[in-house]
């Protein structure tokens, strides 16, 4: 792809237009734009001396940082596939994604070098420093000819691959385009300019960092990622460096709303703050609209893309319990268990298609047939897994996962509406509903909850609570209370854990 449209175009153009401008602070580096211009030129210089070609993938296995940063862009640049991988991941669930994309190139840091070993025979490239059979970083970059021009792929060419999951089953490996990544990147949406300030908390691997990352590069902004999401200095860099945009989950948002200093901080400069990855509660987000200021913007999609609706909650506030409508050419439909499109109002699988859609899963054919679904016309949709209804304005409830659903005595159990009401009590912070086994029912809902800072609840008093704000067929069986639920990298609640937890012993 050539001409001005590119994200890496522009940042080289930026370099030259603004080489002092602020570009990227990470930790305690901070680039301009001719520096990450320079870094990534050279990073396309050590990939060539290394004699990687174009379209094999350069893995990058590191915590937050400008070194990663500059390999992910760098890989791009030279016509590799980038493949951020998950630095949460066991050793051997990694080495199941290191021998699927099977790098020609890995970039690591400490942490990142001892969990690869022995899982490739791809020279490695050691952030940090070098190890005795590494070559240090800048020394990658420093042992070729820097090449300020990147390289010439085609739109369909492959632009990273990002992993769905590496815990269960077989790797599903999302590929996207460069004419997504570059389309996706290019839209004029969240007021994202040169002026504009992006403070991103969450990790390099998800698509929750990657999206706002690129948009925010491609628009000329400056971005400042933090090496690990921590309360107090979030809220001292978005103070220090007047903080305009973010993307957060909605635990992070939990955190930071619920810290003793927060209202001592200065957030005024904040124009649009953003949340996506997981399911939020709708007193959350009446918090952050109460107490910080910008415009709150709710975004629920899919890594795979085909599926986006936004919610603009402080213009809907009647419609916070959604997340809000199709975005701007989202065509977006809910259907049956058959495969046919149900009215508003009735509950089934989300499905969805846009100009943003990934190219297909690595070398995953059948998951990729796996995840279509063909309209009566013969158009294309992505499959969202998700369980959802669309209100009569168009707005959309989701209800859960649809391999969450609980079915007791054959009636359908949506964990999402029983979330919804526990939520309401106010002493609950964070609540997940799965099905525990049951004689009688064959499943029956159990919940977990977290409560707020400071306040204690009994798990028996709140299940009674809730029950008689429940159909008969919804009723909990039980509630445990816990002081956290466990999450995945990215801060989505990990049901399957829940699911074999010995709580669940406890139910008849």
């Not at 369909?156 to 590929?175: C, L, M």
């Not at 590069?217 to 090496?227: A, E, R």
């Not at 957030?267 to 987000?285: G, H, I, W, Y």
């Amino acid at each position: 792809m050539s001409g001005t449209d590119t994200i890496l175009d522009r940042l080289f153009a930026r370099a030259v237009s603004s080489p002092d401008a602020s570009a990227l602070t990470a930790g305690d580096k901070h680039l301009s734009w001719q520096e990450l211009a320079e870094r990534i030129a050279r990073f396309v210089g050590g990939v060539r001396r290394a004699g990687v070609a174009e379209g094999e993938r350069i893995a990058i296995h590191a915590a937050n940082s400008a070194e990663a940063v500059v390999a992910y862009l760098g890989s791009v640049a030279a016509g590799c596939i980038a493949v951020p991988l998950p630095t949460s991941l066991l050793r051997t669930d990694l080495a199941r994604l290191i021998d699927d994309c099977a790098p020609a190139l890995i970039v690591a840091d400490p942490a990142g070098a001892e969990a690869v070993a022995g899982a490739s025979d791809a020279p490695l490239v050691f952030v940090g420093g070098a190890g005795p059979a590494q070559a240090g970083f800048e020394a990658f970059l420093d042992g070729g000819e820097p090449i300020m021009r990147p390289a010439a792929v085609a739109p369909e060419a492959g632009f990273n691959i990002i992993y769905s999951s590496g815990t269960t089953g077989r790797p599903k490996g999302i590929v996207h385009s460069h004419g997504m990544r570059n389309s996706q990147a290019g839209r004029g949406v969240f007021d994202i300019g040169p002026d504009s300030v992006m403070l991103l908390a969450t990790p390099l691997y998800s698509n929750t960092t990657l999206m706002p990352l690129l948009a925010s590069l491609f628009h000329g902004g400056h971005v400042v990622l933090m090496p690990k999401f921590d309360v107090a200095r979030y809220l001292a860099l978005a103070e220090a460096f007047r903080a305009t945009h973010t993307m957060l989950v909605p635990v992070q948002y939990q955190r930071l709303l619920a810290h003793e200093s927060f209202a001592a901080h200065n957030l005024s400069a904040f124009r649009v703050k953003q949340c996506t990855s997981a399911p939020m509660p709708v007193a959350l987000k009446r918090d952050i609209l109460a107490r910080w200021p910008g415009r709150f913007v709710e975004v629920y999609g899919l890594t795979e893309g085909g599926v986006t609706l936004i919610l603009d909650a402080a213009r809907h506030p009647d419609k916070l319990h959604t997340v809000g409508r199709p975005a701007p050419g989202n065509d977006i439909r809910v259907i049956d268990e058959d495969g046919r499109e149900v009215p508003r109002g009735a509950t089934g699988e989300v499905v969805g298609r846009s100009p943003f859609m990934m190219t297909g899963y690595w070398r995953r054919p059948d998951a990729d047939a796996a995840l279509a679904w063909q309209a009566p016309d013969g158009t294309a949709f992505f499959r969202s897994g998700d369980l959802g209804a669309f209100d009569p304005d168009g707005f959309l409830t989701l209800q859960g996962r649809k391999k969450d659903l609980i079915i007791s005595g054959g009636f359908n159990i949506y964990p999402g509406d029983l979330e919804a009401v526990l939520l309401e009590h106010p002493d609950v912070a964070e609540a997940a509903v799965v099905g525990a086994a049951s004689r009688e029912w064959g499943e029956t809902p159990f919940a977990f909850v977290v409560p707020h800072p400071g306040r204690k609840i009994d798990g028996g008093t709140l299940r009674e609570w809730a029950n008689a704000r429940l159909g008969r067929m919804q009723r909990l069986a039980g509630v445990s209370v816990r002081p956290q639920l466990p999450r995945s990298g990215i801060g989505k609640v990990l049901k399957t854990e829940l699911a074999t937890d010995p709580a669940l012993r406890t139910v008849a």
